[in-house]
T-cell receptor, first 114, second 112 residues
């Protein structure tokens, strides 16, 4: 295990409600990421963080926000959930964000928006 | 990585056989590659990696081959076991954009 815990692991929510997913790491890695995984698209980067309070957008960031108040915690928030955000969300960590550095994944959070 | 639509390519092998899973990558500027294994209901798990200055790298029961000329990666699993059943996908690091791009993967099924 890469020392990554995601919560909740499964959630069903209604359209228009806010949702927050939490990622906690015990590896003291600088970089943390949120990906979503959908059939036909593979893993796509939503947002990432390169330090406390330092975040940046990925390729599919619309409708999502993130926060990192501590090195070990990275939160993903859907301000107003939509059905298109039904997906599996993976948190990941890495020491750096350069070629040669492996990204390790958590076990995933299954989100269904009805 | 390769995009294959809604249905993953599948590979079915008998227990004990060797498996070869292929991946075509898209960017000639990519210089680091990773293979992941993803079991149903779980997160991707790192298997093995290879840098572009290498052609081959071996791990425990796994070997990755890199052919930069045709932009092709393969993952070879020796003596495949039922526990190897999973989706396997490759990822490529594009140095210029500091971007890791994932393929969609291949579903490996091992028949006892």
């Amino acid at each position: 295990d890469a020392g990554i815990t995601q919560s909740p692991r499964h959630k069903v929510t209604e359209t228009g409600t806010p949702v927050t997913l939490r990622c906690h790491q015990t590896e003291n890695h600088r970089y943390m990421y949120w990906y979503r995984q959908d059939p036909g698209h593979g893993l796509r980067l939503i947002h990432y963080s390169y330090g406390v309070k330092d975040t940046d957008k990925g390729e599919v960031s619309d409708g999502y926000s993130v926060s990192r108040s501590k090195t070990e915690d990275f939160l993903l928030t859907l301000e107003s959930a939509t059905s298109s955000q039904t997906s599996v969300y993976f948190c990941a960590i890495s020491l750096t964000r350069v070629s040669g550095n492996t990204i390790y994944f958590g076990e995933g959070s299954w989100l269904t928006v009805v | 990585g390769e995009s294959v639509g809604l249905h993953l390519p599948t590979l079915s092998v008998q227990e004990g056989d060797n498996s070869i899973i292929n991946c075509a990558y898209s960017n000639s500027a990519s210089d680091y590659f990773i293979w992941y294994k993803q079991e149903s209901g779980k997160g991707p798990q790192f298997i093995i990696d290879i840098r572009s200055n290498m052609d081959k790298r071996q791990g425990q029961r796994v070997t990755v081959l890199l052919n930069k000329t045709v932009k092709h990666l393969s993952l070879q699993i020796a003596a495949t076991q039922p526990g190897d059943s999973a989706v396997y996908f490759c990822a490529e690091w594009e140095t210029s954009g500091s971007r890791l791009t994932f393929g969609e993967g291949t579903q490996l099924t091992v028949n006892p």
